[in-house]
């Protein structure tokens, strides 16, 4: 097994059960330790109880989006004191504006899908390197 992603947790957040599934394998193949949400609150949830070195959010999801989900994240780094987890937006909306509303939005990676597994698994691992935290 490759451990490109050893000793990184990820909180994938995505509503498509297959689209979650891959996620979470591929992730996990690489040493990943994955938990998954299929919604802003479960991955709320799920971020309070296990702070993440890096998230990996759609943006286009029923009821609140990842929009959404980007702001109440920030929202709880600024309590704790300001230390951000990364979050990388996995997303069909691919125009220049997407990229610039998502990045504008607090995530640190716009990556269209359908997207390349060798590229999301070196984001996640630079991303877990340039913003190492306490967790």
Do not use: W
Not at 45 to 50: E, L, Q
Not at 69 to 79: H, K, Q, S, T
Not at 117 to 130: F, G, M, N, Q
């Amino acid at each position: 097994m490759d451990c490109a992603l050893k000793d990184i947790s990820i909180l994938v957040v995505e509503d498509d059960p297959d689209t979650r599934e891959l996620l979470k394998v591929l992730l996990q193949s690489q040493g990943g330790e994955v938990t998954t949400a299929a919604s802003v609150p479960e991955a709320l949830s799920a971020y309070d109880n296990s702070r993440p070195n890096v998230i990996v959010a759609d943006i286009g999801m029923p009821d609140y989006n990842g929009y959404a989900l980007i702001g109440r994240v920030r929202a709880r780094d600024r309590e704790r004191g300001g230390d951000i987890v990364p979050a990388i937006a996995l997303t069909a909306y691919t125009t220049a504006i997407d990229r610039d509303t998502v990045l504008s939005a607090g995530f640190q990676v716009h990556m269209p899908k359908p997207f390349e597994p060798s590229r999301l698994i070196s984001v996640i691992a630079d991303l877990a390197t340039k913003y190492k935290h306490a967790g």
